[in-house]
């Protein structure tokens, strides 16, 4: 397209945009995507509309309905982030409890996958077992096929949302009873149970964990929810496109950074050899898990609320209680708090910051969370955002996902027979 011709459809396509440097951003962005064709990772590539979660890279604030997050995981619980992701709004005091308590009434497993779930092979990895587990939800919700009718759509996200945990705990006990005979206050209570029933009882802690929730609860078109929105385009049921998103979840360059980043730091094995291991993984062109993100160019707001808020009051104002008593969890965070540095000194340059995984993995180890469930937590707080873009997009958005390729392959050929 010449120049000529790109300026007026330029002007027609941005026409409703009143910010000018808005317009001039879609301007430089719309031109190249016409001009080039190709985006590697649908690097800035708009795929959807959404009225969900916002970032602002440049300045490091994400928003959930318009607010910063960390003013939700402050001031709010689960269940009122939970109603303001999926419904738009904060909640009133009734519409909140009834939430509550159907989080609660509707954690139950049908008993047949109850009684499967601990049969699973205990090498099968937990965000594996997540999906299978979620996949399976459809045998006893038959009417699941059927996505057009918003209010049944609500109630299954609901329903699902409850449900994570108690998957999570019953391969994590083996035992499908594990949860029956106590009374939980909340849904954040109730899932710190599932992966640690004694810190569960301790408010504080229980606090913190719903903190970590709600950070993680959504984050605009990443890799997991353009999953499920793929899928969800095709208008398959829920099952299937949370099964797929807890897949995309799994990857390192996902949500199974945090894992990697715990791993990374027992592998490093203290502070001191922090710059050898740094230099050892760039040389050889591997990333430092936790760090980097294709949006933010300055620190990850999630990150800097886990290590003011979390970190700091699990960490550094228990300092001399933990190096007597757990010295092996200090030597941990020690070794982040020089990697950070270090990342910084190295390659602060090219704005790569540590990112959410970096310090939660150090706050779920704290809570004695094997690393291989970190990635989970997150999931079964993401879920929240996963079903919030289904129903937007059941809603809104008919159009089956079905992008085009570059073909690069042979030219027409034929079978020499
Ligand atoms: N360690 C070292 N270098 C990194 C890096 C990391 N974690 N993340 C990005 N970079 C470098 C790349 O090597 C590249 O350098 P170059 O321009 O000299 O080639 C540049 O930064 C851009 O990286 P790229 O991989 O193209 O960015 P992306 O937007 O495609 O990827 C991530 C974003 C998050 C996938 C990437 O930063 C990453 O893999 N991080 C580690 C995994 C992680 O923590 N994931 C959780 C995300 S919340």
């Known amino acids: 397209m010449t120049e000529k011709q790109l300026t007026p459809k330029l002007q027609s396509l941005l026409v409703h945009i009143e910010d000018e440097e808005k317009k001039r951003h879609y301007e430089r962005l719309i031109s190249t995507l016409l001009e080039k064709g190709y985006f590697p990772g649908l690097a800035e590539v708009p795929v959807v509309k959404s009225a969900i979660s916002h970032i602002d890279g440049e300045r490091g604030i994400l928003t959930f309905r318009g607010y910063p997050v960390e003013e939700l ?3 709010c619980s689960f269940e009122e982030v939970c109603y303001l992701i999926l419904r738009g709004d904060l909640p009133l005091e009734e519409e909140l409890q009834q939430l509550r308590r159907q989080l609660l009434a509707k954690k139950d497993l049908p008993a047949e996958l109850a009684r499967l779930i601990p049969k699973f092979s205990p090498t099968l990895h937990p965000m594996n077992m997540l999906s299978a587990a979620v996949l399976m939800l459809e045998s006893s919700d038959k ?3 059927e996505v057009g009718d918003h209010k049944a759509n609500l109630k299954r996200s609901v329903s699902l949302i409850a449900k994570l945990p108690t ?3 019953t391969y994590l006990t083996k035992d499908p009873e594990f949860h029956q005979g106590r009374e939980f206050a909340s849904f954040a209570e109730y899932a710190l149970f599932c992966f640690n029933p004694a810190a569960a009882r ?15 609860m959504d984050h605009t078109m990443n890799n997991s929810t353009f999953s499920a929105r793929a899928v969800g385009s095709a208008q398959a049921g829920i099952y299937a496109l949370i099964s797929t998103a807890i897949n995309s979840l799994s990857g390192p360059l996902h949500g199974g950074a945090n894992e990697r980043v715990v791993k990374t730091l027992e592998q490093i094995g203290g502070p001191e050899k922090v710059a050898e291991a740094v230099d050892n993984s760039l040389e050889h062109h591997q990333k430092i898990m936790g760090v980097g993100h294709r949006i933010y160019k300055t620190y990850d707001p999630r990150a800097k609320f886990f290590k003011n808020h979390i970190i700091a009051k699990i960490f550094a ?3 001399n209680k933990l190096r007597a008593q757990r010295p092996d969890l200090w030597n941990l965070y020690a070794t982040a708090v020089r990697l950070e540095s270090y990342v910084q000194e190295k390659l602060g340059t090219k704005k790569l910051y540590p990112n959410v995984d970096f310090w939660s993995g150090l706050f779920y180890r704290a809570l004695d969370i094997a690393p291989e469930y970190f990635t989970t937590i997150f999931a079964l707080a993401r879920v929240v955002g996963w079903c919030a873009h289904w129903l937007e997009q059941m809603e809104n958005d008919g159009k089956i996902y079905r992008p085009h390729q570059l073909y690069v392959g042979f030219d027409l050929r034929h079978v020499a027979r």
């Open 73 to 75: 995981a402050e001031y």
């Open 143 to 145: 009417g699941s096929a």
């Open 167 to 169: 998957i999570v705990g």
């Open 202 to 216: 301790e408010p504080e802690l229980v606090k913190m964990f719903e903190e970590s929730l709600i950070l993680h």
């Open 317 to 319: 104002e228990q300092e």
